[in-house]
């Protein structure tokens, strides 16, 4: 089934998005050469325990950690260790979550540890980050589920190949096993949201008022396939190429949609897709 959600349940997932946003910020400054990905690990959860809330991460079959901390090659659910120590030139995708009342909020995004990054991964975050974007443009009222894929993979599939650099066979992947889905009471619900069109599939849901989704590209630098390791959470592409992850937490209004997680509700970003956000329900 897929949870539509009040005007008031909407803003009690905005309250759980903005301590999102704030591990976010919190998290990016901490991501420095020599940090340990634990290391950032604990500055999430003191973010969490300081907004009194709690995590969604935490204990998620069995997952032993509050954010997920996936470098370089690693797709998602990277683990947090102290053995794994941020050096100068790693890119870093983190995602965290939070539960406030009962709503959860969900976001992930992309950071470069250091300087000197190679353009093809600066660019390979670009890409990511903007199809993100252009999915999210694409959650109006009246378009299906389909229309954010078709946006998502549309906008990927439009940019210059990458350069073959050191990290890149040439070509951007678009993840498959992984992909977006319906948040609220859960912090995994229906609709699953594929990063690209399967006829398979079909149109998917209608877009309505009250549907929140969690929209999260992950591209990488080659392969579109993964597998995962032996501590059964880490998945990492079959050809080693690194990666990129973006999410944001989206919930469709009357009004047009927020984006829960995004400290001004999305309203820059959108805005340069012609697409005018909801007020944001905390004011």
């Known amino acids: 089934m897929v949870l539509l959600t009040t005007p008031l349940q909407i803003a009690k997932m905005r309250v759980a998005g903005v301590v999102v946003a704030a591990i976010h910020a919190a998290t990016r400054a901490a991501a420095v050469p020599g940090a340990t990905t634990r290391d950032l690990d604990m500055v999430a959860r003191k973010v969490i325990a300081d907004a009194g809330a709690k995590s969604n991460f935490l204990g998620y079959g069995g997952f032993p950690a509050t954010i997920c901390t996936s470098v370089n090659e690693v797709v998602v659910h990277g683990i947090p260790d102290d053995k794994t120590v941020l050096k100068d030139g790693d890119i870093i995708s983190i995602d965290a979550g939070a539960i406030v009342d009962g709503w959860h909020g969900d976001a992930a995004y992309t950071a470069f540890v250091g300087t000197g990054h190679a353009p093809e991964l600066v660019e390979l975050s670009r890409v990511t980050e903007e199809s993100m974007w252009a999915g999210i443009a694409a959650m109006k009222a009246g378009n299906r589920l389909v229309d954010i894929s078709k946006a998502i993979e549309g906008y990927i599939k439009r940019q210059p190949r990458p350069s073959t650099g050191e990290h890149s066979l040439g070509r951007f992947g678009i ?109």
């Open 175 to 283: 993840i498959e096993d992984y992909g977006g889905h319906g948040i609220g009471t859960e912090m995994h619900m229906d609709p699953h949201l594929l990063n690209y069109v399967s006829r398979k599939r079909g149109k998917g849901v209608k877009l309505v008022p009250g549907l929140c989704l969690a929209i999260e590209p992950m591209v990488s630098l080659g392969t579109a396939q993964t597998e995962v390791l032996a501590d059964d959470w880490t998945v990492i592409t079959t050809d080693g190429t690194w990666s990129s992850h973006w999410e944001h937490s989206v919930a469709l209004t009357e009004a047009g949609p927020i984006v829960l997680t995004s400290p001004d509700c999305g309203k820059a970003k959108l805005a340069e897709y012609g697409v005018t956000t909801a007020p944001d329900p905390l004011g």
